[in-house]
């Protein structure tokens, strides 16, 4: 391997695995630290974590195993896979981890750049926007557990880190990978990077090849293949044909109108907080209702934000949260147990619980669905996937995943 990539949740890690494999790298996500040496001939391992939302200790202990792993397949680079609207707590993870991981490596300099334009993701003086808002004003201020109030990354990246955090403009980004190595401090700092175009991030593509650490959101990947000589690429697809479902755990404005859309016209059964901590509905009772469905149903927990918090007020955000993820974890694994073999799944966290219920170990990446999201398949089982970021894809996003799953579209 030539980069190793350490991703802090599964939707994220197949959105990276995307953007390294249509730049040209033979590349596999990776479900944990795997215990077993990886396929000799991949040009890039992408470690797929949980770490986002969990205690900081224990992110740091999981990031740097992976780290070390990915060490030992040969990987000469780590990149630090975070979202695009680098989503954290005043205490990390971010911050934490990035400062475990250069001690290990010994790095000067980590730049960090989690813009991705090609999805509205832009970082301009420092302060990421979405779409034309302000982060902190564009829904993730409501977010369920890791609520975005600050769109400085300045501010929010010197919360959580000891280090010196420094900041290099768009006005030199504009002029090249060498200006951007130029304007880095002498010093060791985190250094938070613009970038509004698509070439921005190739610019810090290329002022990161002699980088042994960097953080960022898929868009930092951008650039990174064409270091070792790759070219563009088209990645391969099998199609799968059968039953289908899609769970949907995310909260976001873009989710909720996909939900919406997609309930509109086919069968569709809301999950609610209430029900999940009170054992009100079970992952028995629910698949028993999708079988007993025609077509492709939706199972989904995608409140507005004031019925979130209000359960969280109720019940606590952990339990709620857990309670939710620990029934799409069983369903998921009771429905393939039944032959179902497409599933789409929406919220990172609701990814996760999937990827962990169907024991998952390594996915191999597809096609794009939409920017930032590929069918990725369960290597080995003929079952298709599709994770996707709260406020990824277009409001006909599922209809298109299932239909590229069976090699339509």
């Known amino acids: 391997m ?17 953007t390294l494999a249509e730049a040209g790298f033979r590349v596999a996500q990776f479900i944990g630290v795997p215990d077993d040496p990886a396929e000799g001939s991949l040009d890039a391992g992408v470690v797929a974590l949980k770490s986002r939302t969990a205690p900081v200790e224990e992110a740091v202990r999981d990031s740097l195993a992976a780290c070390d792993w990915l060490l030992a397949q040969g990987c000469q680079q780590i990149v630090s896979k975070v979202c695009s609207t680098f989503d954290s707590t005043p205490e990390g993870n971010i911050g934490p981890v990035l400062e475990a991981l250069a001690e290990r490596l010994g790095a000067r300099h980590v730049l960090v750049c989690p813009a991705f334009p090609e999805n509205g993701r832009a970082v301009y003086q420092g302060h990421l926007f979405v779409g034309d808002r302000l982060l902190n004003e564009s829904g993730m201020q409501d977010h369920p557990l890791t609520p975005m109030t600050d769109a400085d990354l300045r501010r929010v990246l010197a919360a959580q880190t000891t280090w010196p955090v420094a ?12 200006a951007i190595v130029a304007a880095l401090p002498e010093a060791r700092a985190m250094v938070i990077v613009d970038a509004i175009r698509d070439a921005d991030l190739f610019a810090i593509g290329q002022a990161a090849r002699g980088q042994v650490l960097i953080c960022g959101g898929s868009g930092i990947a951008l650039g990174l293949p064409a270091n070792h000589g790759a070219t563009p690429a088209q990645p391969g697809w099998q199609p799968v044909t059968g039953p289908g479902v899609v769970l949907s755990g995310s909260c976001s404005r873009a989710t909720r109108a996909q939900v919406a859309r997609y309930a509109a016209a086919h069968p569709a059964f809301e999950v609610t907080a209430e029900a999940a901590v009170a054992g009100a509905v079970t992952a028995a009772t629910l698949a028993e209702w999708v079988v007993a469905q025609d077509g492709v149903p939706l199972v989904y927990s995608s409140a507005d934000p004031q019925v979130v918090q209000a359960a969280q007020e109720t019940y606590g955000r952990e339990v709620a949260a857990h309670a939710i993820e620990g029934l799409f974890s069983q369903l998921a694994a009771a429905l393939v147990e039944q032959g179902y073999s497409r599933i789409v799944v929406a919220g990172g966290e609701t990814s996760g619980a999937v990827v962990s219920g169907l024991k998952a170990g390594v996915l191999n990446i597809g096609p794009r669905i939409a920017p930032g999201v590929p069918v990725v398949r369960i290597e080995g089982r003929d079952v298709a996937l599709a994770l996707k970021s709260g406020n990824f894809g277009d409001e006909d996003f599922f209809e298109t995943a299932l239909a590229l799953m069976e090699g339509r579209g």
């Open 2 to 18: 030539k980069i190793g990539v350490i991703a802090d949740d599964f939707t994220g890690a197949s959105d990276i695995a995307l």
């Open 167 to 178: 900041h290099v403009p768009a006005q030199v980004v504009a002029q090249g990978s060498e």
